[in-house]
């Protein structure tokens, strides 16, 4: 199948693009490279454009023959989100608004959407199922679930086939170590610790020490980029039966912030500082998924769920690209 990857030079995206080629599709990366990385991308059909060009999208979906679109193009930090809001409105709901509509002026159909977790805000229970409140704290998460209340409505017209992935916390270097995560600024974590174990950043602060959890810091849910990318090949498969699906994507348990930092420590065999400072607001003490749902009806199973070996794939890709990507 002929794929337009949206978004696909990102981190989530060059990996889904390098998965969809060895799966026997033929994927075309469209992006703007605002975030993206060309280098992540060498060999593969790119389009350079962005998604407020609509006459450039039309002609794209056209002409390349797409029949399929899988969008992971956004801009992606809560804090940012809050203090330009308008930005994330834009890039995030309007210029999606502006592909939908180049996919009905074109006639096709299939939609793949990177949705999040930040769609539940601060939930009641843990872990989170997809029917759970949506009640987003930021609006990062606002912007993600105004996109998926679009689809549906779409969906409901009869022209849009669509799934939405809502991902938990994505981590780790794809094909074994070959494709990394390179956000500029850096806002993950297992990344940032990266950072501190090579001596590129002072230290590595942990925000609360005092919450309800075993070891007091935030418990977070980790989903192997190889594990999270299958999960898309799954459910691009089950849009034949289904016009509209909603997965959780997450590993089901969690890590606190000390236990990753811990696992970096293991894996890298380096020492840094750690300082433990305030709670920051809005973080909640565990998020977790309850990923039940993408595991009965897709027959999804996660094969790298362990924090040794998400942290492993990253030390690996970090080290081997200590600059990160070259553009
Ligand atoms: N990284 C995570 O842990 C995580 C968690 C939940 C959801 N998500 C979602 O997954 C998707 C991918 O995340 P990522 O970590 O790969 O982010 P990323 O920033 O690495 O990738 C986003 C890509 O989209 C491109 N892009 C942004 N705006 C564009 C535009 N207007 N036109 C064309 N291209 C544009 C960027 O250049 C970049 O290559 C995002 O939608 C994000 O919200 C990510």
Redesign the pocket.
């Known amino acids: 199948m002929r794929i337009l990857v949206?978004?696909g030079?990102?981190?989530?995206?060059s990996n889904m693009t390098a998965l969809l080629a060895q799966a026997g599709h033929e994927p075309v990366v469209?992006?703007?490279?605002?975030?993206?990385h060309r280098t992540a991308v060498k060999g593969t059909k790119v389009v350079t454009?962005?998604?407020?060009n609509r006459e450039l999208l039309v002609r794209t979906l056209g002409e390349l023959g797409i029949e399929t679109v899988m969008h992971?193009?956004?801009?992606?930090e809560v804090g940012e989100s809050v203090r330009e809001p308008l930005k994330y409105y834009q890039?995030n709901l309007s210029?999606t608004q502006n592909l939908l509509s180049a996919l009905q002026e074109t006639g096709v159909a299939k939609f793949v959407f990177?949705s999040?977790?930040a769609v539940y805000g601060m939930p009641q229970r843990v872990p989170i199922s997809e029917d759970a409140p949506k009640e987003p704290i930021n609006p990062y998460g606002e912007t993600?679930l105004a996109v998926e209340r679009m689809c549906h409505y779409q969906a409901e017209t009869g022209r849009l086939r669509f799934a939405a992935l809502r991902?938990f916390?994505?981590c780790g270097a794809g094909d074994d170590g070959a494709r990394g995560e390179d956000?500029r600024p850096e806002s993950?974590l297992i990344p940032l610790i990266i950072q501190a174990a090579m001596g590129k950043r002072a230290d590595i602060k942990i925000y609360g020490t005092d919450y309800p959890t075993p070891d007091g810091t935030c418990i977070r849910d980790y989903i192997h980029i190889d594990d999270l990318c299958r999960a898309h090949l799954l459910a691009l498969k089950k849009l034949d039966e289904q016009a509209e699906l909603v997965y959780n994507l997450g590993n089901g348990h969690g890590y606190s912030v000390r236990q990753v930092i811990d696992t970096v420590k293991r894996v890298s065999g380096k020492d840094f500082k750690v300082v433990e400072v305030d709670r920051r607001p809005g973080d909640s003490p565990v998020l977790t998924s309850d990923a039940t749902k993408a595991r009965t009806e897709l027959g999804w199973r996660t094969e790298k769920g362990e924090l040794e070996e998400m942290v492993t794939t990253a030390w690996k890709w970090h080290t081997e690209h200590p600059n990160g990507y070259s553009d």
């Not at 454009?49 to 407020?52: C, E, P, R, S, V």
């Open positions: 949206c978004g030079a990102g981190y989530i995206g469209f992006d703007n490279f605002s975030r993206g454009g962005d998604l407020a992971f193009a956004a801009y992606i890039n210029n990177s999040t977790a993600k991902y916390n994505a956000h993950h």
